[in-house]
């Protein structure tokens, strides 16, 4: 069963970089898409970006030039490079894993991921 564990979740000012990171258990990492999602209070979660098991990668518009995904599978662990940050990518960010492997179908849609991180949060002051 795979687990997931976020690190790098903090306090910025607004125009500053971070950088999360989410280490994933399991042998067999590099099968599967993994994904971000962020939620604030009240809001649905909702999709940052998304990387399959080819490294082909997919953001949300908000974050599309400012966010980067990236995957290192001999380390099981997907990043997410946040540059330019705004005060409303204010959020708890939550890594999530595809258990289906070698699918690259729907990696937008929160529904997709099986697993989930405990999130991290980030907060962006203006």
């Known amino acids: 069963q795979v687990q997931l564990v976020e690190f790098g979740g903090g306090l910025v000012q607004a125009g500053g970089s971070l950088r999360l990171s989410c280490a994933a258990s399991?042998?067999?990492?590099?099968?599967?898409?993994m994904g971000w999602f962020r939620q604030v209070p009240g809001k649905e979660r909702e999709f940052v970006a998304a990387i399959s098991w080819k490294a082909t990668t997919y953001y949300a518009d908000s974050v599309k030039g400012r966010f980067t995904i990236s995957r290192d599978n001999a380390k099981n662990t997907v990043y997410l490079q946040m540059n330019s940050l705004k005060p409303e990518d204010t959020a708890v960010y939550y890594c999530?894993?595809?258990?289906?492997?070698?699918?690259?179908?729907?990696?937008?849609?929160?529904?997709?991921?099986?697993?989930w991180g405990q999130g991290t949060q980030v907060t962006v002051s203006s």
């Open positions: 399991g042998r067999t990492f590099s099968m599967f898409a």
């Open positions: 999530a894993a595809d258990t289906a492997p070698y699918n690259s179908a729907m990696l937008t849609q929160k529904e997709t991921y099986v697993r």
